[in-house]
């Protein structure tokens, strides 16, 4: 039996040009983590990231946090999906949906990026994307298959995105694509899901969970993006 820990990662930048970089409260999300599994004794065999420099950041920094030095392995697999050229290739395809300068804020981002995410998995998106659903589906399996299949036994800490983590989830509880489009906006930044690994199977023990945010001087620290 082995237990693999999903890690979203810390606040991003939204709204800047360079969304991929955490916050400071992205740092701090991440530091208090790594504090949360210290004081647990948590210890990670390993420790996997996603492609994406926000995945690095915030496991840096709960590494930190747990006042541990561990290598960081990526594998791609776990990188998050393009968010921005899906939604910006359902715009084009449905410029009547385009929002207007007043409603340019996160409600209607979101809003919009469900109906992009439904057309995506649903292939009715037509134009050229980094990847299909499909492919996308793909590679988080094999990446999830890669990392319970090398760590039996073991303790691993995997950070990624909410795209890849509520895949994942969604393919250990074998629900459709609705299901992980769904749990994807559900995911709070630093959330922990965690996965408990049999010989045959992985089954989901927790989603989301929050415990290092738990207390009141900190609930102004639970973030969406």
């Given at each position: 039996?082995?237990?693999?820990?999903?890690?979203?990662?810390?606040?991003?930048?939204?709204?800047?040009?360079?969304?991929?970089?955490?916050?400071?409260?992205?740092?701090?999300?991440?530091?208090?983590?790594?504090?949360?599994?210290?004081?647990?004794?948590?210890?990670?065999?390993?420790?996997?990231?996603?492609?994406?420099?926000?995945?690095?950041?915030?496991?840096?920094?709960?590494?930190?946090?747990?006042?541990?030095?561990?290598?960081?392995?990526?594998?791609?697999?776990?990188?998050?999906?393009?968010?921005?050229?899906?939604?910006?290739?359902?715009?084009?395809?449905?410029?009547?949906?385009?929002?207007?300068?007043?409603?340019?804020?996160?409600?209607?981002?979101?809003?919009?990026?469900?109906?992009?995410?439904?057309?995506?998995?649903?292939?009715?998106?037509?134009?050229?994307?980094?990847?299909?659903?499909?492919?996308?589906?793909?590679?988080?399996?094999?990446?999830?298959?890669?990392?319970?299949?090398?760590?039996?036994?073991?303790?691993?800490?995997?950070?990624?995105?909410?795209?890849?983590?509520?895949?994942?989830?969604?393919?250990?509880?074998?629900?459709?694509?609705?299901?992980?489009?769904?749990?994807?906006?559900?995911?709070?930044?630093?959330?922990?899901?965690?996965?408990?690994?049999?010989?045959?199977?992985?089954h989901l023990f927790s989603f989301?969970?929050?415990?290092?945010?738990?207390?009141?001087?900190?609930?102004?620290?639970?973030?969406?993006?």
């Amino acid at each position: 039996m082995s237990d693999i820990y999903l890690v979203r990662h810390g606040q991003a930048s939204f709204g800047t040009a360079n969304y991929d970089q955490l916050s400071e409260l992205g740092y701090q999300q991440s530091r208090w983590l790594g504090e949360y599994f210290a004081r647990r004794g948590v210890e990670f065999d390993r420790i996997v990231i996603g492609g994406q420099a926000r995945h690095r950041q915030t496991a840096e920094s709960i590494c930190e946090g747990m006042n541990a030095s561990q290598p960081l392995e990526c594998i791609e697999g776990f990188s998050e999906y393009d968010f921005e050229a899906i939604f910006q290739l359902y715009l084009q395809q449905f410029p009547d949906q385009r929002p207007t300068e007043g409603e340019r804020d996160r409600t209607v981002f979101y809003r919009l990026l469900i109906r992009a995410l439904h057309a995506w998995a649903d292939d009715t998106l037509r134009g050229e994307l980094p990847e299909s659903w499909q492919q996308f589906e793909s590679r988080v399996r094999d990446a999830l298959e890669a990392v319970r299949d090398t760590s039996r036994g073991s303790k691993v800490l995997v950070v990624s995105s909410g795209g890849a983590i509520s895949l994942a989830t969604s393919l250990v509880l074998e629900a459709p694509p609705s299901a992980m489009i769904s749990l994807n906006l559900q995911l709070r930044n630093t959330g922990v899901t965690r996965l408990s690994n049999s010989r045959n199977r992985a089954h989901l023990f927790s989603f989301n969970e929050m415990y290092h945010l738990d207390d009141s001087e900190r609930h102004h620290a639970i973030t969406y993006s």
